[in-house]
Structures are given as structure tokens and as C-alpha cells.
């Protein structure tokens, strides 16, 4: 997500480290970078003029703590000043009874999905109320979101009474389950119609957790909205759908910062386990390229994906079997390079040749053939030669050009990560500071 931002940032970053010393001229030309960086991702342009104020006035005016290199401290500043843009973290706790919100389209429906999904991981027994009683097919669609999550939901098709909906749904799941999430009507904060009724059905619920759920294409203009759906009923929340499709997040996420609602979730595909609390230090931490480790292992711990496993692909040492897992695991954990990306101190450009996005498509018929593969060829893939491609073609059904196309990947994420590993224990000033901030393997 945001990779246009991230590359700009880190890029800005990376001149820094590269510096001979600092001074005026070498901050002002951090400041324009970043500047572009965020203006590109449609931050507003006020705010990033009063974060790179920020920046150069504490550049040039602080001194380095103790044991910092000006340089460092200079990156130092920039992680800080970023984290402080797109706001505070924000308690997730154990709600009794959420209430989801948005604007037609929004994705607010699918978010509901995502976070049942969420607490049921917790161990936590959720049920869903359908109460959008406008929307063509909306009872329907929570219905098939209740049975893919094996969730009991109340959506009738012939009740067109949100409140009542909402009424029943309390008598039949409030004392049977432990978080009861209800939707309502997409609607503008505007529509004065849509507003009352949705103000009454507040009153009726009277919800621990009211979610506003944003677009993140929206941009800028999710401000407006955060700040009229807060005045009508009061939103503890924003979930920003749709981060992965757009490189507006930026610009969604501090106008929402701006009008006091914390983000709180940001939905980064379609899938059911494309959620993040958002946690704004993480964030920045992996937008710049100090990564998230924590979050990876994370997400790891969730799938019962080894954290061996993760450490051995982290380090270079992997063998097609931790290949093969990761491989099984990446619908849940995400992209290779999402991967890559929570890695302290990995936040660097791919090789040109590597492209992971499109690599991704494969990813079925590398599962294929790698299950053709003995033992012996799992942990050492060297020893496949002509016939052995041969064989593992045949009996996964595939091409032998795919076979070693396979292999050729393998050996360069296997090269990729120990040259990555390597400029990360040798010292880069980037990698350094990712272990000094955030922790490194």
C-alpha cells in the first residue's frame, strides 16, 4: 500500500545517509522529498507545509541525543514528525455492541466481515445485525458473510424497518454472544432523512463502538465526512477500506487525524484476514523501511506460520521447504514483499528483474510443484537437474520452463535476502537506526 509515498520517503532518507555532513542546504532539499512524497499522496498541502516547518526548525535547532550521529538524528526526526502527522494510537479494547457507518460504497459491509473475523481470531463469539434496508441485495450479502465466517447474523428481507431490525437483533443475540456488530444505510453525513434514522437507531443500540468506515480513495475529503458523521452520532472510530487500490491513503488517513477520530483499522484487500489495527508508529515504521517485525511474526503466530520459518526466509538460510510454507501462508500473510517490507532494516528497492506482483499469479502452480519435489530436492534445489525437472514438470502438471523458472526465483530470493541480511548486520545508517527504533532478528 502507498508504495508511491513509501519509495519517496525512503528515498528522501536515503540521501540523508548518504550525506557527507548536515546542513541548511542538505535539510532543505530533505524537506522538498518528503514534501513531494506526501503531496503525491494527496496529504494536505497546510499540513505538510507545518510538518516540514517542523522538521528543518528541529534539524537545524536540536542537538543530537547522546550516541547519535546528526545524520541519525535527523532520521530520527522525520520517523517522529511522520508518526505525530497520522495521529495517535487508538484502544481497540472489547466492545459489546459496534455500529458501523459510511458512505454508500464504501466498503462498510466487507469491513464488518473483516472485523467479526478479527474478534473471532480473539476467541470472541460475534453475531451480525443487518439493518441497511435501502441497499438492493445488502441483507443478502451479510447473510453469505455470516456463513463464510460461521457466524449467526439476523437480515431479514421483509422487515424494512431499521430500528425494529435492530431491536430484534438485540433480543435474539444480546445475551448469547459476546460482540454484537450492526450495519446500517450507506448515506452522506448530509442526507437528513438517512440521519435520523440512523441517530435513532444509535439511541437504540446505544453501541460501545460506533466505526466510521471510509474509502481510501476518498483522500482529503474523508476529513469533511470523519467531522460530519462524529457530530451525528458521535463516531469513536474510522476504518479506511480499500488501501491496497489507491495512493490516497495518505491523504485519507491525517485528514481523519485532523478532525480528532483516530484511525483504528485499515483494510488492505479483500479477504476476510486483510485488516491491520492501525498503529501509527508501525505504520511509518514500514512505509520509511524499518519495518514491522512484530506485526510479521504477528501474522505468523495467526496462521501458525513457525516464526523459525519467517527468521530462516529473513536471513537468507531458507530451503524450499520454508519457500514452500511461506508460499502456503501468503494468501494470510500477504505479498513477498509485504513480507519484505516488515523486515527491520529491508525497506530497500527490489532487484529490477524481481517483480513480486507479478510473480504472484504463479504462486499456485509453484505450491504444485514443489509438493513433486523430494525431500532431497526440497533441501538442496541445486541437485535438480534435467531429469529431475523432468520429473517434478510431470508431476505437477506443468511445463519444465516453469519448473526452472521456479528454481530461478527461488535462487534469487535466496541471493536477494542474504545480500539484504548482510547490508543489515554490516551497518547500513538506515538498518542501524531500524535495529536502535524497532528491534531487528
Request: proline share 4%; aromatic share 6%; charged share 30%.
Amino acid at each position: 500500500m502507498l508504495d508511491k509515498l513509501g519509495s519517496g520517503l525512503r528515498e528522501a532518507l536515503r540521501k540523508i545517509a548518504k550525506s557527507g555532513y548536515i546542513d541548511e542546504k542538505t535539510v532543505d532539499e530533505l524537506v522538498r522529498d518528503i514534501q513531494r512524497a506526501l503531496l503525491s499522496a494527496d496529504v494536505n498541502v497546510q499540513q505538510v507545509f507545518d510538518l516540514t516547518k517542523k522538521i528543518k526548525e528541529r534539524a537545524l535547532g536540536e542537538k543530537p541525543a547522546q550516541g547519535m550521529t546528526p545524520r541519525e538524528h535527523v532520521v530520527k526526526i522525520v520517523y517522529d514528525e511522520l508518526v505525530e502527522l497520522v495521529g495517535k494510537k487508538a484502544e481497540i479494547g472489547r466492545p459489546k455492541r459496534i455500529l458501523f457507518v459510511g458512505l454508500f460504497g464504501s466498503g462498510k459491509t466487507t469491513s464488518i466481515g473483516k472485523i467479526a473475523h478479527y474478534f473471532k481470531k480473539k476467541g470472541l463469539r460475534p453475531a451480525l445485525i443487518g439493518c441497511d434496508v435501502h441497499r438492493p441485495a445488502a441483507m443478502e450479502q451479510i447473510r453469505q458473510l455470516g456463513d463464510q465466517l460461521k457466524v449467526p447474523v439476523h437480515a431479514p428481507d421483509d422487515e424494512k424497518d431499521a430500528v425494529k431490525i435492530a431491536q430484534k437483533g438485540l433480543e435474539l443475540f444480546d445475551k448469547k454472544y459476546d460482540i454484537l456488530i450492526f450495519d446500517s444505510s450507506g448515506r452522506d453525513s448530509l442526507d437528513e432523512e438517512l440521519a435520523r434514522e440512523l441517530k435513532t437507531m444509535g439511541e437504540v443500540i446505544n453501541p460501545d463502538e460506533v466505526i466510521l468506515t471510509i474509502p481510501a480513495d476518498l483522500g482529503q475529503a474523508a476529513g469533511p465526512q470523519a467531522k460530519g458523521f462524529s457530530e451525528l452520532v458521535g463516531i469513536t472510530g474510522v476504518l479506511i477500506s480499500k488501501m491496497d487500490a489507491t495512493a490516497r491513503g495518505g491523504g485519507a488517513i491525517t485528514a481523519c487525524s485532523v478532525t480528532g477520530a483516530p484511525v483504528k483499522f485499515i483494510g488492505t484487500g479483500e479477504k476476510h484476514e486483510a485488516l491491520e489495527v492501525f498503529d501509527p508508529e508501525r505504520f511509518i515504521s514500514r512505509l520509511v523501511g524499518f519495518g514491522d517485525l512484530q506485526s510479521l511474526l504477528e501474522k505468523a503466530k495467526e496462521i501458525e506460520f513457525k516464526p523459525d520459518t519467517a527468521k530462516k526466509i529473513a536471513s537468507g538460510q531458507f530451503t524450499m521447504n520454508e519457500f514452500y510454507e511461506q508460499l502456503k501462508g501468503m494468501g494470510q500473510m500477504g505479498s513477498l514483499k509485504s513480507v519484505l517490507d516488515s523486515i527491520p532494516g529491508m525497506g530497500m528497492k527490489m532487484p529490477k528483474d524481481l517483480d513480486l506482483s507479478q510473480q504472484e499469479g504463479k504462486m499456485k502452480k509453484w505450491k504444485y510443484m514443489i509438493e513433486s519435489m523430494t525431500n532431497a530436492e526440497k533441501e538442496d534445489p541445486s541437485t535438480i537437474n534435467s531429469s529431475r525437472v523432468k520429473r517434478i514438470a510431470k508431476g505437477s502438471g506443468t511445463d519444465e520452463t516453469e519448473v526452472r523458472e521456479l528454481i530461478k526465483h527461488y535462487e534469487k530470493m535466496k541471493k536477494m535476502m542474504k545480500v539484504m541480511t548482510g547490508q543489515s548486520k554490516r551497518g547500513g545508517m538506515l538498518a542501524k537506526l531500524a535495529r536502535k527504533f524497532k528491534g531487528g532478528f
